[in-house]
């Protein structure tokens, strides 16, 4: 019986952490501005389906094969939070965060499902990008940027 309430426990905290992530998907970043969706070239996959928000950029796919980017800056030094919630079900999913000059300043290729949050720091009037670069891809991508 402890078993079972253990396992449904564990399922709820699951599922309550995927809603979670759509739940803050509006966050108010004072310092940080965001723009895009940005397409490098046209997206062939006629199921792509994108949204932007202030906050965070978010994509579902069934065969993505190419690179679209998210442009963000900051009107202050500060401190962020990057939170990716990436699922692969076909494929690999490249995600890099770059800045003006194009140095990669993080980089991972999602093989498999997985959420991963990397701190960083937004310097004031610095110009990013976060690209996100497909090769045969079934899945889906969420990003979101959080000031501290």
């Known amino acids: 019986m402890h078993k079972f309430i253990l396992f449904l426990v564990m399922t709820f ?4 952490s995927k809603l979670f992530a759509q739940q803050i998907s509006n966050v108010e970043n ?10 490098s070239e046209s997206v062939k996959d ?12 978010k994509a ?9 980017f998210v442009k963000i800056s900051s009107t202050h030094t500060k401190e962020t939070t990057l939170r990716f919630d990436v699922t692969v079900k076909k494929g690999e999913l490249e995600i ?3 800045n003006s000059k194009n ?6 290729i999602f093989y ?14 610095e110009q990013y990008q976060i690209k996100f670069i497909g090769k045969e891809t079934k899945g889906a991508y969420f990003c ?5």
């Open 13 to 16: 905290l699951l599922l309550s």
């Open 30 to 39: 004072t310092s940080i501005q965001a723009s895009g969706t940005y397409f």
């Open 46 to 57: 006629s199921k792509w389906s994108n949204s932007n928000g202030n906050s965070y950029t």
């Open 60 to 68: 579902k796919y069934s065969n993505y094969d190419g690179e679209t």
């Open 96 to 98: 890099q965060f770059v």
């Open 103 to 108: 140095e990669i300043l993080f980089q991972d």
């Open 112 to 125: 498999k499902s997985q959420e991963k949050n990397l701190e960083i720091t937004l310097e004031k009037d």
């Open 144 to 148: 979101q940027w959080i000031e501290a």
